[in-house]
């Protein structure tokens, strides 16, 4: 498995040498390099095939918990993404200049090479079964490894490779919560919204959702003003649904500044401003959010000079970060 996995990695466009180039390596694999190739190809192989596209991630996503322990560090460090990014920028646009793609059959067996380990120094191992995925991840989660923890809970609460158990999941949540993981702290929000393996208790589960927001960002506020409003994994509540939304829309987020501007066009979970979804849409669509763009057109064909006078005044004032307005001064009493 390992000499067949190296061979793959070989293949993945001669990635070592452009990645050193971008100043993540010497050359040399190592466990930095090596998730980075996995996801670069990750993908660039589902761009080029879109017919696999989802047993990738499907695959991509396993090996990612598989070996979260390892990954994680690597995918927290603060220059990953930007390098990520930049990297498969430039491997699309020398693919496009040269009009080639990546190996369809390379490709294919990059599916398989996410049923490996990757270890510490970044060498690819063996595949794993659930059961012996649970085995080790379980002795580094009583070691205190955080990320560890993390997937011990994941992997009680999904039955995968131990019998499902939601008490236990919880039980790990807790431990890896508590050490500050962002990760366990929505999932145990979760479980006490659910009453799954803790009594529910709505007051709790919000707690850890708050916690949890302020560790993982903007797009966190953003989901929990979604659950919400769907009423997924917690009770919908409309309110609550507008009050994660803004939060999240306060820190420039497009699509919670589109939500806020549904919630207020029709008055759901709080006032019906046309004034304020107008701000709210305009936001959005200055972020390039089409919805927005679309949504901020429409209204303004159909309320009056004024109201839509202020609605620009407000979008164009109103800055990343600054509380956003509660009401409008002319959009209240408009239906």
């Not at 695959?59 to 930049?86: D, F, G, H, M």
């Amino acid at each position: 498995m390992q000499s067949f996995t190296r061979n793959v990695l070989k293949c993945i466009c001669v990635l070592v040498v452009p990645l050193a180039a971008h100043g993540w390596s010497n050359g040399k694999m190592s466990v930095d390099l090596t998730v980075l190739i996995m996801a670069a190809t990750k993908d660039i192989c589902s761009d080029a095939y879109p017919d696999i596209r989802a047993g990738l991630q499907t695959s991509y996503e396993s090996w990612r918990t598989r070996n979260a322990s390892v990954i994680r560090p690597v995918e927290n460090n603060p220059e990953y993404k930007s390098t990520l990014a930049v990297f498969i920028s430039d491997e699309k646009k020398k693919k496009i200049e040269k009009n080639t793609g990546p190996d369809r059959k390379m490709c294919e067996q990059l599916i398989q090479v996410f049923g490996s380990t990757i270890d510490a120094e970044g060498n690819i191992g063996k595949a794993e079964s659930d059961t012996e995925v649970a085995i080790r991840v379980r002795k580094d989660a009583e070691s205190g490894n955080v990320e560890a923890q993390y997937v011990l809970g994941d992997l009680y609460a999904s039955g995968r490779g131990v019998p499902q158990n939601y008490k236990e999941s919880s039980t790990w949540y807790r431990k890896a919560a508590e050490q500050g993981n962002a990760r366990a702290q929505y999932k145990l929000g979760l479980m006490y919204a659910n009453g799954r393996g803790v009594p529910k208790d709505d007051e709790e589960a919000a707690s850890w959702f708050l916690k949890s927001s302020k560790y993982s960002g903007t797009y966190s506020l953003f989901r929990l003003g979604e659950m919400y409003a769907d009423g997924q994994e917690v009770p919908k509540n409309d309110i609550l649904a507008v009050a994660w939304y803004r939060k999240a829309a306060a820190w420039g987020l497009p699509d919670a500044q589109y939500k806020l501007g549904i919630m207020y066009e029709y008055g759901i979970g709080t006032t019906t401003d046309i004034v304020l979804a107008y701000m709210f849409y305009s936001l959005s669509a200055e972020s390039g959010n089409d919805k927005g763009k679309g949504s901020r057109s429409r209204l303004a064909e159909i309320i009056t000079p004024s109201q839509l006078e202020e609605g620009q005044t407000l979008a164009m004032k109103w800055k990343r970060g600054v509380p956003l307005p509660t009401k409008s001064i002319s959009g209240i009493d408009s239906q």
